[in-house]
């Protein structure tokens, strides 16, 4: 199942996709106490020669998941996120495995920022999940979707908030 969310974000897009995207206080603030994510912990975080950073993300959210997604996923999802972002087109490509189920479930994003003016851009974030399980599969990517979905709208809505707060 592919998919693509797409929010308007209030600073630019070069300083969105190099600076906001990985800012500690920001991610930190987002996903433990905005997101409640029982874990969000930076495992390794790198920059190449080349500029290419990479990192390395351990993460939970708190989900009320259906059963199906309780058999596949366990009582409480967490999962491992492997990033890296390419400053040549400006995009971060991110696989993410499931602690548990990770052999069922491909789930990969691409984010980037496209300008719509001189102080704003559209963060698009485009993804693609699959889960193979006989006759579960459908209903456990449409849950997924509507997660992720929700996750980014909070997302954007205390990005624009925390831009507000910083005088960014």
């Known amino acids: ?8 974000i209030d600073i630019d897009a070069e300083t969105y996709m190099t600076k906001l ?6 991610n930190r603030r ?8 029982t874990q969000y912990r930076v495992l390794e975080e790198r ?17 009320e998941m259906p059963a199906p997604a309780r058999k596949l996923f366990g009582e409480t999802f967490g999962y491992t996120e492997v990033g890296r972002y390419d400053p040549k087109v400006k995009r971060y490509y991110v696989q993410i495995t499931p602690k548990m189920g990770g052999d069922k479930v491909k ?11 001189a102080k704003r851009c559209e963060r698009v974030v485009s993804v693609d999940n699959s889960v193979k399980v006989f ?14 979905r929700d996750s980014y709208a909070k997302a954007a809505e205390f990005t624009n908030r925390f831009i507000r707060e910083k005088g960014l």
């Open 107 to 117: 789930n990969t994003v691409e984010i980037w920022a496209e300008p719509l003016d």
């Open 135 to 148: 006759g579960l599969g459908t209903l456990i990517e449409g849950f997924v979707e509507q997660q992720t």
């Open 30 to 37: 987002l996903f433990l106490e905005h997101l409640g994510f």
């Open 47 to 63: 920059t190449d020669p080349d500029g290419v950073i990479h990192r390395k993300v351990e993460a939970a959210p708190k989900l």
């Open 21 to 26: 995207l990985f800012d500690p206080e920001l």
């Open 1 to 8: 199942m592919r998919y693509t969310i797409k929010h308007t």
